[in-house]
Nanobody, 128 residues
Framework: QVQLVESGGGSVQAGGSLRLSCAASGYTYNKYCMGWFRQAPGKEREGVAQIVSDGTTNYADSVKGRFTISQDDAKNTLYLRMNSLKDEDTAMYYC??????????????????????RGQGTQVTVSS
């Protein structure tokens, strides 16, 4: 059974940084698409960052240059480093994963919220 557990959220002032973690267990695919999406109250879900098993990364335009997605295969953990945080980054952040396909690769961040596996989310609140 695949489990994804996020951590690292919290409250931070604008301009600050946070690092989110997503610990994966029971995930046996060696080819995959994984990523982070977020949802703020009253707003649509937004794909934030994606990483593909071949090392390709993709980012939403709204976070390019500020967020970095990475993974530690030895720890089965996915990370999202968030710098220069803005008020509009406030949201619940979710980790998600799916078995690799050309579809998930080509869709980039736009389909992350559709992935079959997701965690419970971690709240990020940015205040100015």
């Amino acid at each position: 059974q695949v489990q994804l557990v996020e951590s690292g959220g919290g409250s931070v002032q604008a301009g600050g940084s946070l690092r989110l973690s997503c610990a994966a267990s029971g995930y046996t695919y060696n080819k995959y698409c994984m990523g982070w999406f977020r949802q703020a109250p009253g707003k649509e879900r937004e794909g934030v960052a994606q990483i593909v098993s071949d090392g390709t990364t993709n980012y939403a335009d709204s976070v390019k240059g500020r967020f970095t997605i990475s993974q530690d295969d030895a720890k089965n953990t996915l990370y999202l480093r968030m710098n220069s945080l803005k008020d509009e980054d406030t949201a619940m952040y979710y980790c998600a994963a799916t078995r690799y396909s050309a579809g998930c690769r080509d869709a980039g961040v736009s389909s992350i919220y559709l992935y079959g596996y997701r965690g419970q989310g971690t709240q990020v609140t940015v205040s100015s």
